[in-house]
C-alpha cells in the first residue's frame, strides 16, 4: 500500500496564535468520530509560537475525502488566522492536488514513494492518551552528478533500519524526478530515534557528503538530546505537540 502523505507548513499571522491554537483543536476533534484510514493528523507548534506544521498521512484518496467531510469546513477558521504551504507526497492523485490548491494555496509533490514502512490499512481506533513519538522531515539535495550514488545510500539507510531499529516505525523516502528527496522518519520513542541514529548515523554520514540537506524534529525530546541536534547541523526544532491522532 503506497499512501498518501501532507506536510504543512504554517505561519501564524501576529497576535493569532491563541485564536489558531483554538481552531486547530476544533478540526482535531472533528475527526476524531472516524479516523479509519488516517495514519496520522499530528499538530506541531515551534518554540516561538510563531510557527506550525501539520503531518499527514492516509491510506488512500477515500481516507483523504472521509477526513475531510469529517472536518466540514473547519479548515477555513484556521487560515482566517495562518497560511499554508502543503507538500504531498506518495500516490496523489492530481485531481486531489488541485482542489487543495483551490482552497487552501500554495501546494507542491515532493515525489513518489520510494522506500517505506508504512503498509498496512489503518483501522479506526481511539487515540492513544499519551504520545511520546517523535517525528522528523529532512530535504536533501544531491550535489551535480550524485544523485545515484546517493540514491544507493538511501536505500542501504532504509535496509538497515528495518533490520535493526524496530523502534523506527516510519522511514519513507520520496524522490522527485530531479533526484532530490523528503524523508519522514517516525520514532516511537526519543530512546528509538538515539537508537536509529546509532544504526544509520555512518551512512547518514556519507548521505551529507553528497547532498545539501536540512532537518526538523517534532516533538518533545529530553535535555541530553535536544543539545545534540545543533542548528549549525541545518536542523531546527518543533518541540510543542498541540494534538494528534497518530
Not at 499527514?56 to 488566522?81: S, W
Not at 517523535?134 to 542501504?156: I, N, Q, S
Not at 551529507?208 to 545534540?228: C, K, M, N, Q, Y
Amino acid at each position: 500500500m503506497e499512501k498518501i502523505y501532507g506536510f504543512v507548513a504554517i505561519d501564524i499571522e501576529e497576535g493569532g496564535r491563541e485564536p489558531f491554537i483554538a481552531a486547530a483543536r476544533q478540526c482535531h476533534d472533528a475527526i476524531l468520530p472516524d479516523i479509519a484510514g488516517t495514519q496520522y493528523y499530528e499538530w506541531f507548534l515551534s518554540a516561538d509560537g510563531r510557527r506550525a506544521y501539520v503531518i499527514e498521512v492516509y491510506d488512500d484518496p477515500e481516507a483523504v475525502a472521509l477526513h475531510g467531510r469529517m472536518l466540514d469546513g473547519r479548515v477555513g477558521k484556521v487560515l482566517e488566522h495562518a497560511q499554508f504551504r502543503i507538500s504531498f507526497a506518495g500516490n496523489v492523485p492530481d485531481a486531489l492536488q488541485d482542489r487543495m490548491r483551490e482552497r487552501l494555496g500554495e501546494v507542491c509533490f515532493a515525489g513518489r514513494l520510494a522506500h517505506g514502512r508504512m503498509t498496512e490499512p489503518t483501522p479506526h481506533r481511539a487515540p492513544p492518551p499519551g504520545d511520546e513519538r517523535v517525528y522528523a522531515l529532512a530535504w536533501f539535495r544531491p550535489h551535480p552528478g550524485r544523485a545515484d550514488a546517493f540514491r544507493t545510500l538511501a536505500r542501504e539507510a532504509f535496509d538497515s533500519a528495518c533490520a535493526r531499529d524496530p523502534g523506527t516505525q516510519g522511514y519513507e523516502w520520496f524522490f522527485d524526478d530531479a533526484g532530490n528527496c523528503v524523508a519522514l522518519d517516525v520514532y516511537e520513542t526519543p530512546e528509538a530515534m538515539l537508537a536509529h541514529m546509532a544504526n544509520c548515523g555512518p551512512i547518514m554520514g556519507r548521505i551529507l557528503d553528497l547532498v545539501d540537506s536540512r532537518t526538523i524534529v517534532f516533538g518533545a525530546l529530553p535535555t541530553a538530546i535536544e543539545a545534540r541536534l545543533r542548528p549549525e547541523l541545518g536542523i531546527t526544532r518543533f518541540p510543542h505537540r498541540l494534538h494528534g491522532v497518530g
